[in-house]
């Protein structure tokens, strides 16, 4: 049989070691012996004998495998039972415990296993090295068994571990399937979960509005008509389904629900209680929370209850800087945030422009902040929520991730999710989630009382409770399969109109993107940003003007760009590079120019081609 070693070399591999405390010795060995065999490996903890968590790091290897920076991980506990529990959990890993020859080999020639698992209680590190070669260089067997693999890659491509129909047990039966809005795929009257280009498929008629008040009526068409004929490229924006619209003006915005669900200071509140306690329980299960609440009215109003939750006036926090590509609520002077805590920045590296995880490490040794944030609003790369964890825990801090712009590709399971590893985790739900304009906070089960009296009465009064019912609804299409290969193609073409701009000459931070967005350096083409959107604007192209790092400060040196509207327009790789000719040409064009009236045209033709609500 041809081994890996044969294909490609051996450093041509990454894997990825973790253990807890029972396993770090074996762990530490199986180190020394990859990395003498040629093989690229990286420790991703447990870093001493001090006992932890087995799950932290069954997780943080399960993760770093399924998002494709390392091909392979090994894990080692004590059974290896715990750790195997813990990484199967993981979208996209098949671990497999093996303690002798065989199953070593019959993991990987049946299996396709991609994390190897090792009781260091019952392997002695001579055996352990064996079990390990042989487990490297087998290769996968295909035929009969590629067929049953698939079978188990399907089940998760469509549920992400949720129970489908198909699988219903006995108990519980259509009742809880239903209930959690789990429906077959082939559900003839569940109808589009996502907008489609080419074929409208939403009208928005207004007939009550119209007789009711004309005025309102006009300003209502206008901005439909405004909607249809632009390209929207603002990443935090998005089109979203017809449904969510019409909960979102239903008759719970009549309805005062102060309190929560059990717990109201109203009366009438039955249905209420239904409705969030349905929308709670799907994001639990959209994102493997403890605890959500679902309240808050913005994202900024979800920071806000975090920080009210876990910090004092005055307490310490680390957090990315704006003009790196972080948000204003992060400790912004702008902010409230900025007002009422000490706040210590990190940015990006010059050379890279990706995170400096080094510089977190530092202003976390050495001022010692009460929380570290992470995430932002302009950052187009992966990121590292289990080093951000390992960064906090190594100074006592709690971690907290706003993942506002990230929440839809973290549902797909595109992009790592941070909830194994934050304490406390905020969210829109308007942005590549597809919902309602909200907030949303997820927690440790630990936290749940303080997250949701930091909601109400502290921060907020009553739940606008049509809000909450689009967003029950927003979670249940972000269940069905549609939504991955939604956000898959939000991503390809996030990366293809980032590639034809440098081809155009403009360039990109960070050199591209993983994720819905990225920001163009357009002081690279003599224009700055701030200038640059409204010349855009005036073409029908709309993007925000964005910092870009290491500029001049206080200053605009460049543009952000999303593609989740484009993509829900129907848009796909190869419409990308006639989007970006017209940024080009919009960047280039005055108002006054010969060509600005062409290029409003070529705007108005693709917008015409590629329609939003019919």
Not at 375 to 384: F, M, V
């Amino acid at each position: 049989m041809k081994n890996e070693n044969e294909a490609g070399g051996a450093t041509s591999m990454r894997i990825a070691l973790g253990s807890d405390h029972a396993g770090f010795e074996l762990k530490k060995h199986l180190m020394g012996f990859l990395r003498n065999l040629g093989y690229q490996v990286e420790d991703l903890g447990a870093s001493s004998l001090e006992s932890v968590d087995y799950p932290d790091y069954g997780l943080r290897v399960g993760v770093a495998v399924s998002d494709g920076r390392f091909e392979r991980g090994i894990l080692v506990c004590r059974s290896g039972i715990g750790m195997s529990i813990a990484a199967n959990k993981v979208k996209g890993v098949r671990a497999a415990l093996c303690r002798d020859r065989e199953s070593a080999q019959l993991s990987r020639l049946h299996n396709d296993s991609n994390v190897l698992v090792l009781a260091a209680g019952f392997t002695p590190e001579r055996e352990a090295e064996e079990l390990v070669t042989i487990w490297l260089v087998t290769r996968f067997e295909g035929g009969r068994h590629a067929r049953r693999m698939e079978k188990i890659s399907q089940f998760e491509e469509r549920t992400a571990g949720r129970i489908p129909p198909d699988y219903r047990t006995q108990v519980g039966g259509d009742e809880v399937t239903h209930w959690l809005g789990i429906v077959p795929q082939d559900d003839e009257e569940r109808g589009p979960t996502t907008p489609s280009g080419g074929s409208p498929f939403w009208s928005y008629h207004g007939q009550t509005i119209k007789v009711a008040d004309p005025e309102v009526y006009g300003l209502l068409q206008r901005e439909t008509k405004r909607h249809s004929e632009t390209l929207d490229l603002v990443a935090s924006e998005s089109i979203i389904d017809p449904g969510i619209l019409e909960a979102a003006g239903s008759i719970f915005t009549l309805k005062y629900a102060e309190g929560y669900p059990g717990d109201r200071l109203y009366p009438g509140c039955e249905v209420m209680d239904e409705v969030e306690t349905l929308a709670i329980e799907r994001a639990k299960l959209l994102f493997g929370a403890d605890h959500v609440n679902v309240q808050p009215y913005s994202g900024t109003q979800s920071n806000m209850a975090a920080y009210f939750a876990v910090l004092k006036p005055g307490d310490k926090i680390v957090s990315m800087r704006s003009d790196h590509g972080g948000h204003s609520t992060h400790g912004g002077n702008s902010s409230f945030s900025g007002a009422l805590y000490k706040s210590f920045r990190y940015g990006v590296k010059k050379h890279t422009e990706l995170i400096d995880y080094e510089e977190v490490e530092g202003l976390a040794s050495r001022e010692k902040p009460r929380l570290i944030i992470a995430g932002g609003s302009a950052y187009s790369r992966l990121i590292d929520f289990g080093r951000f964890r390992a960064i906090a825990d190594s100074c006592g801090a709690m971690l907290m991730v706003d993942m506002a712009h990230l929440a839809g590709l973290v549902a797909a399971g595109i992009h790592p999710s941070p909830v194994p590893f934050a304490d406390i985790v905020t969210s829109t739900t308007h942005k590549t989630l597809q919902g309602p304009r909200g907030g949303l906070v997820l927690c440790r089960r630990e936290l749940a009382d303080a997250i949701d009296e930091a909601v109400f009465p502290v921060m907020q009064g009553g739940p606008l409770m049509h809000v909450i019912l689009a967003k029950a609804m927003c979670f249940r299409l972000a269940l069905q399969r549609e939504f991955r290969e939604f956000q898959l193609q939000v991503v390809r073409n996030a990366s293809a109109l980032a590639n034809e701009l440098k081809r155009l000459g403009y360039r990109i931070v960070s050199d591209g993107t993983d994720n819905h967005l990225f920001v163009v350096d357009t002081k690279v083409a003599g224009i700055d940003g701030s200038v640059a959107w409204r010349q855009l604007e005036k073409a029908g192209i709309l993007v925000n003007k964005c910092a870009v790092p290491f500029h001049e400060a206080n200053t605009f040196g460049g543009i952000r760009i999303g593609t989740l509207s484009l993509t829900s327009r129907g848009m796909k790789e190869a419409d990308m590079p006639r989007v970006a000719e017209l940024i080009n040409l919009g960047l280039k064009e005055k108002s006054e120019s010969a060509g600005a009236a062409d290029l409003k045209a070529g705007v108005k033709q693709i917008c015409g081609q590629f329609r939003v609500y019919g």
